[in-house]
């Protein structure tokens, strides 16, 4: 794709000035309490999968800054009774390990975050000002609707370099028999992770299955309030000139909608083909980190 | 209360043996498909409040260990499109300041976790193997119930030190008209964050308000699955002859019952006080820390 | 002193452009092989003192962001011989606690680091390209005095707020029989630490005993290397209209001169009292931390 | 080596005993102010070089707990003059990468630390409390000896699994022409890192030059006081039955010498090449961590 059509594609998927020239939900705002009462609809037996993978603290061809994970305390220590264990965790969490969500100013194209605000107004040595995980502090909840791509070709996984376009995703959701509606958390299940079980970690930066940018116009018309992966939902290469993650600048620059990376949908995807649905109610709660660019996340499904 | 007491009322609220030798997920058992389900009912608005504080990266009296967090990259590096604003958090977020879960293994009575195991034998330098807070790792999905001591006591705060019985539990709900079924996930509101909010932090490692260890023994009857507080849900002076911490004794240790410590529940306060009604969907998801003594947490109430 | 004032003490101590448009070094430039070795003869007894604090993983009014220390590994795990004790520590060390070493880029005066270099076009959100500690990489090796200004004033300490100008050092030196010499560094004891370890810790930000701006002037003509205190140079409140630290501008931007805060004096003190001299051989080691604003040290003087 | 050679080996080199059924400072006793000072003439140039390594942020095949450092803060937040750039260093030290300190503590061999004092009772979850890196606080201020394996042998650095016994030491230095004396610090280059610079990175865990086990005894016979290397000392696969670091067990816990691992040797290689001696006064300034197992550092050599 040229960059004449990518900057077409960004125009057409633009939320910029939709909910007001201050906005910075973005693509939460499709969210009322309305939704999400409905959403709860979706939870049919009360079974829960956890959407994350446990936090990764070795380092590898993926996980070049591994999780901190240490013991502050241990019983043995202390006077009185009871005594305590208890530990520290830290996360630099954006990368291609940790599940996490993307909060709107993670993302700078050509300087301009959501809503044209300029990145380096709205984001200083501090933290955020602007589109900060803050705005996501009452958590998602919402439908979600898992889209199971290797499923659906039949195949264990995509293999990393392919990218799923709008037909892939519609013909997937009509393989399933699950209907799309305004409102929904969409969660695209490329095998990334059953890939890593099978034949070991690789540095997905470079390779890596995801969406085709054309996708994103089709989740834009059909009003999706999240998007997650079990990659970060760019293919790579990307194929379009000059711009490396095209998904996350149309996602959170253009459209104002959140991203979900490294997501676990093995558990779920098992699930939802035992349950014959893949639709299911879906809660999601980052950290309250004041200024921050997203947060390490573990999001349920209940279906 | 003297250690003899003490003792007694601990073998009364014991699960150990209840789930089995080997449990290690305690009063988590109580829950299944059918409550989780059943719980999605409590959400009649759909409205949603976070209980959980901002994390707060300065020291004070009552937060000791700061939680950190640095910008680790802004969108001034980096040669392509688009760039990355990222960030890192930690936390040793047992304390307290941070929203957080206690997992089964972070309270040894002497020397013993929940269901007799040997602390030193279940916790290392690396961390815990039994009682973790991977037991947690499909979260809490269940019905809440907010009990609203202040409220019920026609003050804005009980003072530190007060602790309150199962009476109080008990007359509070009634105030509330709340019921209460089996299967719960109770959280009492001393009013803790608002006297901080008025008077100033103090340090309540040493004075707080909190229940009462009788309360436990209703907590238990009534089979609670997790209790929660806008306090560490312990009123210090404890009261109880060498034990510091009763309830967390009580709790974690003899019941196997989770505690989310350093809750907000202001926000919820109002939100059911407008509603008239003080149940909802609880939704706690923790991070997927191997081996971790509990989690930094945001749950969320679904009214 | 006015603005206008200050401004001509910045020009008058400037360095800017005395080594070279291009230098980054400072007043490192004034030590060479020649004046290193000629510091080792200050050594007479071989008696070394620390000049370091203990890092304070505690809290505190001048210790808001506590130095961080954890076991990560301790021998009950691994299944080898031998095992291993092994710990992390980590220092957001600026501030009025850690024994640290300021680089010259770590202080922007209106803009401009030392050579009129400017702060945002050389520290981006990886660290800084200029001035940085890695010019300190091979160390500070120069003879050291240490000027004990409460020993002179015949008290405990220097009350907090005072400000000591030139002739005041000089007075001390000659009470004390030193001599300066070129390529010194200079310690200068206020007794910041002798009077919280009597009275206890307050919070030096705003109140806090050092050198008067016009002290500067003296040790720019001095030719000295290196600045050290046991608090951080700087009196406050400054005196000065509209600068709050007005030593750290006239050292590490005008002069390119390091500074050294929060070092132990109270040591050397006595062992220099003992020795009936105040001259040593002086050796600072920073970390290699790439692109660093500085480094937490342990300088030793070696009598 | 069978095992009861090596416990042989252990008993010939042990000082346990040797200054007091209480020392926990080992072969730090040879020190005293005589030989410091006499040290200090071993500096005949005034040439500094450091033996540090950058520390490396990045992860890697020998750096699996890579160095963290954040910007904490930037000069384009704060409102008064001057503005500061600040940041954050953490360190997981031990291991492959970074330039450090092993303290006494740092090593069990068989349940036991130096001197014989049980580790379990030595370190708890908080830090030791014997044999820590407190004992290093006035830091190593020593005559240094740098052996140049490598050199000797006419080779660009010892392959990977080669162990260099007494024999190769003692050559090495005649080839030098440098004497040995009691007391002295011995860096000892295998040329590990000009390998990593050449061929690059791998995991020296389960492959590395070092010491022969014999070697220790020549050590322990000229009385050494610090063992340092560009590796961590120990060949791998060590050669020892059932003992995978016998030179951490014979330096650590036996002797109570500590080691430095991971030292940057190619600059003072071709320093002392260059000015044609191989002894230099070493100065070594550990971090106050207090219950430190070690620490990083950036030794000194002062030719």
């Known amino acids: ?27 939460l705002n499709l969210l009322d309490d309305g939704r999400r009462l409905e959403a709860t609809a979706a939870a049919r037996s009360g079974q829960v999968v956890s959407l994350a993978h446990d936090l990764d603290t070795v380092s590898g061809p993926d996980n070049g800054r591994p999780a901190l994970h240490y013991m502050t305390q241990q019983a043995d220590v202390g006077g009185g009774e009871p005594r305590v264990n208890t530990d520290f965790v830290g996360f630099d969490f954006h990368g291609k390990s940790v599940t996490h969500l993307d909060a709107l100013c993670h993302c700078s194209f050509r300087g301009r975050l959501y809503n044209g605000v300029g990145s380096a107004d ?72 059953r890939r890593r079980a099978e034949l070991g970690a690789w540095d997905p930066s470079n390779l890596s299955a995801g969406l085709a ?20 939902s760019d293919a790579r290469p990307s194929g379009v000139d000059g711009v490396e993650s095209p998904i996350h600048a149309l996602a959170l620059t253009a459209m104002g909608m959140p991203l979900i990376d490294n997501l676990n949908l093995e558990d779920a995807a098992v699930a939802c083909s035992a349950a014959g649905r893949w639709d299911f109610l879906f809660v999601l709660a980052p950290l309250r980190i004041p200024g921050g660019t997203g947060s390490p996340v573990n999001p349920l499904a209940i279906l």
């Open 1 to 27: 794709m040229d960059a004449t059509t990518f900057d077409a594609l960004f125009e057409r998927v633009s939320n910029w000035g939709r909910w007001g020239a201050n906005d910075q939900r973005g693509t």
């Open 122 to 193: 709205s984001v200083d040595s501090r933290g955020g000002h602007f589109g900060t995980v803050d705005q996501l502090r009452d958590g998602v909840v919402a439908r979600g609707v898992l889209i199971d791509l290797p499923r659906a070709a039949g195949v264990g996984w995509l293999e990393p370099g392919t990218a799923a376009g709008p037909d892939d995703l519609v013909a997937a959701l009509a393989a399933q028999g699950t209907e799309r509606r305004p409102g929904d958390v969409v969660l695209v299940r490329t095998g990334h992770r």
């Open 213 to 232: 940018p054309e996708a994103m116009a089709w989740l834009h018309a059909t009003d999706t309030v999240v998007l997650g992966s079990d990659g970060d």
